[in-house]
């Protein structure tokens, strides 16, 4: 229960239950000693009035009918009503539902014994993992969908495949027990991102599923809501609930190709993840996704700390991975790289009366430019320049308040695209533009 106060005035009410009449008909909640059961069909409404805090409605037949006793702390202009409000997590949750799928993925490996008198021998084994998905893209007349997961999920290093990637690839839609075979498009050990393909699949073409709605992670805040939707165990597609609890942090992990470690910028949250969620998506409150799930802290001291690949980050990694295989074939990621290190200062709390939310806002400026050739060189940056917006061909421009903004964006930059920089030095403002020419090497992070 919820209280919200509208002010109404007695003829804006009368009014809108005079368009509401034929709607009144389907009240069950009605007091029999103000309802003489009369056909509404032919009645209109003739006067409203509040009655020990009930809402009263009279019909011209004189017949009344008593909306319920929900109103209170009535004024002469002025009505509080308290409002029931529909499951808001459950209709989340049920939207999430449909963009969700169960990732399962076969492997082979070689795998050496000893017998009992020490003389070795191989063996070729064959197993299973589960994870998760999220429908990024879906062409339901074809049957054709493209699918974000993490990495980790369809690769594995001990795996025979010369790409450690999983040639035996199935999803599952919520509810459903056909397997519906897909295909690997590309991927990053890097980030912790990978694209599945479904093509022309009858199953698909016939089902309920929906290409995910993204929400802009930025707006993923401290304290909103964070729901979970995966596969955890491959028991099956579940949901579990929570918050964030950290907007922007970096986590550092061992590589999935054993070289060395990995560092990953995550959102955090309290929602409990397990083994099986990997891949699949995190949700807002209003069920759009802000993030992909690829990891949790596994602790008999810590409870609930989860993380998810913001989806601001995970949406361009795949969209750069789906624009370079179609154009390249490529299976990776191509990044417009700026070739310069950045640092920040000035990083403090705000908050914003508008929105009654605290955020971190910081200043963002140029440590030192790392390539000569680099983009940053290109557009004449230099050391202890400020950073005040970026903008990536016909992407909005966005204002920097956090430095991870600044990559963020360039993930989304394509050879051609301009990238335009404000900056201010020395007290003064100016933008900066470059035409990118050419992206960084595309990297078998096998």
């Not at 499951?87 to 050496?112: H, M, N, W, Y």
């Not at 986590?251 to 560092?263: A, H, P, Y």
Request: charged fraction near 15%.
């Amino acid at each position: 229960m919820k209280t919200m106060r509208k002010s109404i005035s007695v003829l804006a009410l009368l009014l809108l239950l005079v368009l509401l009449v034929g709607t009144l008909a389907g009240c069950t909640a009605q007091d029999p000693t103000w309802n003489s059961g009369t056909s509404e069909s032919a009645r209109t409404v003739t006067d409203v009035s509040v009655v020990e805090g009930s809402i009263i409605v009279t019909y011209s037949d004189g017949s009344r009918v008593n909306l319920g006793s929900s109103v209170t702390n009535v004024t002469e202009n002025t009505i509080d009503v308290t409002v029931t409000d529909t499951d808001s997590t459950a209709i989340a949750a049920s939207r999430a539902l449909l963009s969700t799928v169960s990732v399962v993925c076969g492997f082979e490996k070689t795998v050496q014994y000893q017998t009992m008198f020490g003389k070795p021998y191989t063996r070729t084994e064959e197993y299973r993992s589960a994870g998760a998905g999220v429908i990024f893209a879906l062409d339901k007349t074809a049957g054709d969908a493209y699918i974000i997961t993490n990495q980790h999920v369809v690769y594995d290093v001990e795996s025979n495949a010369s790409n450690h990637v999983s040639n035996d690839i199935s999803i599952y839609l919520y509810g459903a027990e056909e397997a519906i075979p897909a295909t690997y498009v590309g991927g990053s050990v890097n980030y912790d991102i990978a694209v599945l393909k479904v093509t022309g699949n009858p199953y698909l073409r016939a089902s309920a599923a929906e290409a995910v709605t993204v929400s802009d992670s930025r707006q993923a805040q401290v304290g909103t809501t964070a729901l979970v939707v995966g596969n955890p165990e491959g028991g099956g597609i579940s949901t579990t609930l929570g918050i964030v609890s950290v907007d922007s942090e970096y986590i550092v992990m061992d590589s999935l190709n054993g070289n060395g470690t990995t560092t990953f910028r995550v959102i955090r949250i309290d929602a409990a993840v397990n083994s099986g969620n990997s891949g699949g998506g995190l949700y807002n409150g209003a069920g759009e996704l802000i993030g992909i799930v690829n990891a949790k802290v596994s602790s008999s001291s810590v409870e609930n700390i989860g993380y998810a690949i913001p989806s601001n980050v995970a949406v361009a990694i795949a969209q750069n991975i789906i624009d370079y295989h179609a154009s390249e074939g490529a299976e990776c990621v191509r990044r417009a790289m700026l070739g310069i290190s950045l640092t920040t200062s000035d990083s403090a709390m705000v908050y914003d009366e508008e929105t009654a939310m605290t955020a971190i806002s910081e200043t963002v400026k140029v440590n030192k430019i790392e390539e000569e050739s680099g983009l940053g060189a290109q557009m004449g940056l230099a050391a202890g320049d400020t950073l005040v917006s970026v903008k990536v061909g016909e992407r909005e421009t966005v204002v920097l308040t956090r430095q991870y903004q600044v990559i963020d964006e360039l993930l989304n930059a394509r050879v051609g695209d301009t990238v335009t920089l404000v900056i201010r030095r020395s007290g003064s403002t100016e933008d900066t533009t470059v035409t990118v020419q050419i992206t960084a090497d595309c990297l078998q992070d096998y």
